[in-house]
């Protein structure tokens, strides 16, 4: 979506008219506000009985997005993608808003594109979906895509037919790469080949010399520093496999939010394909759940990890997937400890009994007192010991509770540095889970 944003020169904003605004429509939003593109919004289902397309535009309001029914500036169409009722209004508002924004294109011009996505297919071997911006992209064309190059072998379009050129605002699937570029990464055709190798290598010396450079400089005070801090943080590693470069990155920047000074998640790998024996290894070694976004284990891969005992989580949709991950890190957290005060007792007299040590001879002045409480000595205000009761006695016999007023015995576990006037307080402690 980001990417997308960045690329195009109108956002068509697509809304459900049954779902309303989604987390996904206003992510959508944002990163159409902070690529400063203009938006139509599309308002799809709109012939659904339990469709109320006023609905989204007073949703869309909350989110500054003022539509032209509510004398604002942002065009709305209400459309059926089924019925096809609408479409030709949507296209006519983008066409409006194009003349608007007097957009052209020099198509004859050496092409320049973005890569929207990449993947290593099996038959065809690294693709990239490039989004032609200027110029006419064709077969044959030999071009440098981020670190990468090659030489136009085929176009693909968006129905999976082969096309001979691209012009610009035409999305194809580029063959002839010699690696797997970057999924934001700008493509340029070069004149020739020699151009186009010296070009990718330059750029990978220069990537590698900052990776170089990220990982030097730590001096020993640092490491031990660095170190320290870990030995209070909980780490949660996982590994991701996902079908697109894309969304291999959306999920770790997205797990990398997830966490707080005490649990941090740990992405040890990510990568593009189907899950392998050689990530159920590695996931093994370390560790680590793995997380399959859109791919799946094959046969071989499955039988490892049941062999293992590796756990493998699917998921289709980014946002159970971080969810699924909170809910995991959460167990993590140290439990918060919530005390209540039930009671005050003041130490009376200390009696000495040979088997049992130093008994404090108590009146409980407020509340009450519990044998499975926790206790604290308080001297002069000052708490001395926090700890356990050994003994609850009224009389001679052992009771669970002392109400207030009423006279008792106490002793404590392991203490006995007890004197008259000495205070103590008696409370209840309750785990409470966090969550992130």
């Given at each position: ?27 959508a ?110 077969t ?24 001979q ?34 070009l ?21 005070e ?39 000074e005490?649990v ?20 093994e070694?370390s ?64 009696f ?17 007192a ?46 006995d ?20």
């Amino acid at each position: 979506r980001a990417r997308g944003a960045q690329v195009t020169d109108i956002v068509v904003l697509v809304v459900a008219a049954d779902d309303g605004v989604m987390p996904q429509t206003i992510e959508a939003i944002n990163h159409a506000k902070a690529a400063k593109v203009p938006i139509i919004v599309a308002i799809n289902k709109s012939d659904k009985p339990d469709g109320d397309p006023n609905r989204i535009r007073t949703e869309l309001l909350q989110h500054e997005v003022i539509v032209e029914s509510m004398s604002g500036e942002v065009l709305e169409v209400e459309v059926s993608a089924l019925k096809s009722t609408g479409l030709d209004k949507l296209l006519d508002a983008i066409a409006l808003q194009s003349e608007l924004m007097e957009l052209s294109a020099n198509k004859v011009r050496p092409a320049e594109g973005a890569v929207i996505e990449a993947k290593l297919d099996v038959g065809k071997g690294p693709v990239a979906t490039v989004l032609v911006l200027k110029g006419t992209l064709k077969t044959g064309d030999i071009f440098v895509v981020g670190c990468q190059w090659g030489k136009v072998r085929a176009l693909l379009d968006d129905t999976g037919s082969a096309i001979q050129e691209a012009t610009p605002s035409v999305p194809v699937e580029v063959l002839g790469l010699n690696g797997t570029p970057e999924a934001g990464d700008l493509l340029n055709v070069v004149a020739n080949e020699s151009k186009a190798r010296e070009l990718a290598n330059y750029r990978a010396q220069i990537l590698k010399d900052k990776k170089a450079a990220l990982g030097s400089g730590a001096s020993f005070e640092q490491l031990l520093a660095n170190a320290k801090i870990k030995e209070n943080i909980s780490e949660l590693p996982v590994l991701v496999k996902s079908d697109v470069q894309g969304s291999a990155e959306a999920i770790v920047q997205a797990l990398n939010k997830v966490g707080n000074e005490e649990v941090v998640i740990k992405v040890i790998y990510s990568g593009v394909g189907a899950i392998t024996e050689s990530d159920i290894l590695l996931a093994e070694a370390s560790d680590a759940p793995l997380i399959g976004f859109n791919v799946r284990a094959n046969s071989p891969a499955r039988e490892l990890a049941n062999q293992k005992n590796v756990e493998i989580k699917y998921f289709s949709i980014i946002y159970d997937l971080v969810d699924t991950i909170k809910g995991l890190a959460s167990g993590l957290l140290s439990p918060k400890i919530e005390e209540s005060f039930i009671g005050y007792a003041e130490i009376k007299q200390v009696f000495k009994v040979s088997d049992a040590g130093k008994i404090a001879g108590c009146i409980i002045t407020e509340g009450l007192a519990k044998k499975d409480a926790g206790v604290r000595l308080l001297r002069d205000n000052i708490v001395i010991h926090q700890g356990k009761l050994k003994t609850l006695k009224r009389f001679k016999d052992d009771v669970k509770e002392v109400q207030s007023g009423q006279e008792c015995g106490m002793a404590f576990e392991n203490y006995d540095d007890i004197r008259e006037k000495d205070v103590i307080e008696i409370f209840l402690s309750k785990e409470i889970k966090r969550s992130l």
